[in-house]
């Protein structure tokens, strides 16, 4: 069949949760037996939200191709079990990068370029990419931010143009808020009125309406938005809260969102809609009776979009192990040698969080400090991985000046360092080890008891490396390099056999780790901590 397409907008306010009703609306095709894949557009101008800080957008994701990539990404691989690239996800800032260096090249033959059509343009070849390859039946694709955004505008008029260029193998699915206010003790659906109406204004007439809100709807509320939206009523569709974001494609299967899809776009029901691992995964989150604590030690703990894969992947593996998770977030910055004690002792496990920088180093010493020393099972991913390090040379090799180049570039004693043919690059990002990297696992080694394999590829996010220099001095001394890329002879795992599980990685696993495959080092981190 011909590549249909889903867009999906939003309204009222932001962080709704497009990427959520996104991922939910691509399982239950994904549970048809359909080929589905998600992109996200972003009208920010950054190229991408690797130069981002976290308070501003979260975390940041990392595509199998070296692509930095909105967090939205994450949901979308986790929900479908698929690997997302580059063509995934697509900003305004590139997009004008894209048509400036056009422009440059003299591809326009001296004509004046504007945002309709060249923007425009630019923007439905890259909302087509994916669609050309043959690989799937249908991509739906997130715009990002609200409609009636200055920002958005050039999205939502090649949204326009495309509806009428694809016909009826195109959808449009707008998803608003409808407020609960307490004092008058109802809900107001006059916020998505408006919504629609902006959407509406700008030429596009949605499909269908999904309704974010607190509580279920009754019936007269969702005809009432029918009416005065010009939807169907059949089409108007409810995301109230749930426990977990796990159970809204449940939530809108049991509306026969998939069906009225389908029906909308001419494709037949491919046989009975099979969630049946899904739910065996939510059964198993519900049922569980004990209790895992991990504690996770990083400087944006305020912030847990900072951190949501790893909190996820965290969730997918206590799950998987019929527990429920007790994540404690231990901000770096407020753990020091005198309290960690009282704010670890407690803890099953403690996971040493990535980052850049600075700030809260000291406290990430001194958790890892408390948990080797008391045998903790501990897990340190990238930064942590790279703190490990440093901790054990200070504390056990006797190196007391130890510390990364990125911390103190005079270090005497740089057991992290930079790569000497990376140290002349200027451009934010030039210097990173970004995307998938292979690592072969040494046999009998903690990582490898997890993979069960001697060969993985995992993702990587950074600039500094574990410096072989030192790497015979480390291991005379207890702390061994278990996992070598093979091609650069780079450590990308260490870890401390004598103890029982302390392990760190310098790739990231928490981008490799979903609802029907949690990463095995995520597993194995969970299962040392019940014991």
């Known amino acids: 069949m011909k590549t249909k397409y889903i867009f999906v907008t939003g309204g009222v306010v932001s962080s709704l949760g497009k990427g959520i009703v996104a991922s939910s ?9 359909y080929r589905v894949t998600i992109q996200k557009f972003d009208p920010y101008i950054n190229i991408d939200p690797g130069t981002l800080n976290p308070y501003e957008h979260g975390e940041c994701y990392v595509t199998v191709d070296g692509r930095e990539t909105d967090l939205d990404l994450g949901h979308y691989e986790r929900f479908l079990n698929i690997t997302t690239t580059k063509a995934n996800n697509i900003t305004t800032g590139r997009i004008y990068q894209n048509v400036i260096d056009r422009e440059r090249r003299g591809d326009f033959l001296g004509k004046t370029v504007q945002v309709v059509p060249h923007i425009t343009d630019e923007i439905k070849h890259n909302m087509l990419i994916l669609g050309k390859t043959g690989e799937y039946d249908f991509i739906i694709t997130e715009i990002g931010g609200t409609v009636g955004d200055i920002e958005s505008l050039p999205y939502i008029e090649s949204v326009r143009q495309l509806r009428w260029e694809l016909g009826k193998n195109c959808l449009c699915i707008h998803l608003t808020y409808v407020p609960y206010i307490a004092a008058a003790k109802e809900v107001k659906t006059k916020p998505t009125q408006h919504s ?16 974010r809100t607190e509580k279920p709807l009754s019936e007269n509320i969702c005809h009432k938005v029918a009416l005065f939206c010009n939807v169907d009523f059949d089409s108007v569709f409810q995301s109230y809260d749930v426990p977990s974001i796990y159970e809204v494609p449940v939530a809108l299967a049991n509306q026969g969102m998939d069906k009225v899809i389908l029906q909308k776009m001419g494709v037949p029901a491919k046989g009975r809609l099979d969630l049946r691992l899904w739910k065996n995964f939510l059964n198993n989150m519900k049922t569980a009776k004990k209790t895992v604590t991990i504690g996770l030690v990083g400087k944006y703990v305020e912030l847990p979009d900072a951190y949501k894969s790893i909190n996820e992947s965290l969730l997918q593996a206590a799950t998987y192990h019929h527990r429920k998770l007790n994540l404690q977030f231990i901000h770096s910055e407020k753990i020091n040698d005198e309290n960690a004690e009282e704010l670890l002792k407690n803890m099953d496990g403690i996971l040493i969080a990535p980052g850049f920088g600075q700030r809260g180093i000291e406290g990430k010493f001194a958790a890892l400090k408390y948990a080797r020393e008391h045998n903790m099972v501990t897990f340190g991913v990238c930064l942590g991985m790279q703190c490990m390090v440093i901790e054990y040379a200070r504390n056990v090799l006797g190196l007391a000046e130890a510390n990364s180049t990125e911390m103190d570039a005079n270090t005497p004693y740089p057991v992290i360092d930079i790569m000497e043919e990376q140290k002349h690059l200027t451009m934010m990002g030039g210097s990173m080890r970004l995307g998938a990297y292979a690592c072969a696992v040494e046999e009998g080694s903690l990582a490898f008891k997890a993979y069960k394999t001697h060969f993985v590829k995992e993702r990587h996010r950074h600039r500094y490396e574990f ?4 790497k015979q001095q480390f291991e005379d001394n207890g702390m061994v390099c278990s996992g070598i890329n093979p091609d650069t002879g780079l450590a990308e795992i ?38």
């Open 25 to 33: 609306l691509g399982k239950l095709l994904q549970a048809r037996g």
């Open 467 to 470: 410096n072989n220099e030192y």
């Open 196 to 211: 629609v109406k902006t959407l509406q204004e700008q030429g596009i007439q949605p499909n269908i309406l999904v309704l």
């Open 494 to 531: 260490v870890e401390v056999p004598a103890l029982r599980w302390y392990l760190g990685t310098q790739y990231h696993p928490e981008y490799n780790s979903t609802v029907a495959k949690p990463n095995p080092l995520f597993m194995s981190f969970i299962e040392a901590a019940m014991n």
